[in-house]
């Protein structure tokens, strides 16, 4: 008997743990890309600007996709600085190769949807090709460039209009 009474309540630990988890599901990145090229400046090698052209959304309005450019400045604290440059170099690796990418700084649990609306104004613009480049955007720094694999968000990524 003492056994089925710790088995019930590791059972209902787990799902209570699972419950919780998912009530604080959130939005881990902030911008959907379809990279076409990657410019950076002065050089890649001590890089402090970036321009990343291609097909641009961001996961609250995935509809508002647009071509053009982001325009990021590098961030200032050295430490951040490296993991910029590595976000930047595998933002770069590809551009042109047709794969989706998801990246930038968002995070926001379900009962904070009014700070994840404020948030999402606040993202980087995508500027049109005939803008020059001007007053960068600083770059949102999170969990690294990774793959997206989400159908919708690409096929949205691919038909973007300027």
């Known amino acids: ?3 089925y009474a710790t088995a019930i309540f590791l059972a209902d630990s787990c799902l209570l743990l699972f419950v919780t988890l998912e009530s604080s599901a959130s939005e ?12 950076m400046e002065p050089n890649e090698k001590s890089p402090q ?16 996709t647009k071509r053009g450019y982001l325009y990021f400045r590098a961030p200032f604290a ?17 551009a042109g190769t047709g794969q989706a990418v998801a990246f930038g700084q968002r995070y926001f649990y379900i009962d904070q949807m ?17 803008e020059k480049p001007t007053s960068p955007d600083g770059y949102p720094l999170n969990i690294g ?11 949205q990524l691919k038909h973007a209009k300027p």
């Not at 881990?28 to 410019?39: G, H, N, T």
């Not at 700070?115 to 005939?130: C, E, H, I, M």
């Not at 460039?145 to 096929?155: P, Q, R, W, Y």
């Open 78 to 94: 050295s430490e951040y600085m490296n993991i910029a440059v590595k976000e930047w170099m595998d933002l770069k690796a590809v």
């Open 49 to 64: 600007t970036i321009q990343v052209w291609g097909a641009f959304s961001t996961d609250r309005d995935p509809a508002a």
């Open 114 to 130: 009014a700070a994840a609306d404020a948030y999402a104004k606040t993202l980087p613009r995508v500027r049109p090709a005939s």
């Open 145 to 155: 460039v990774s793959k997206l694999t989400n159908a919708a968000a690409i096929d």
């Open 28 to 39: 881990l990145v902030a911008i959907y890309a379809l990279v076409d090229k990657v410019e």
């Open 1 to 3: 008997m003492k056994r």
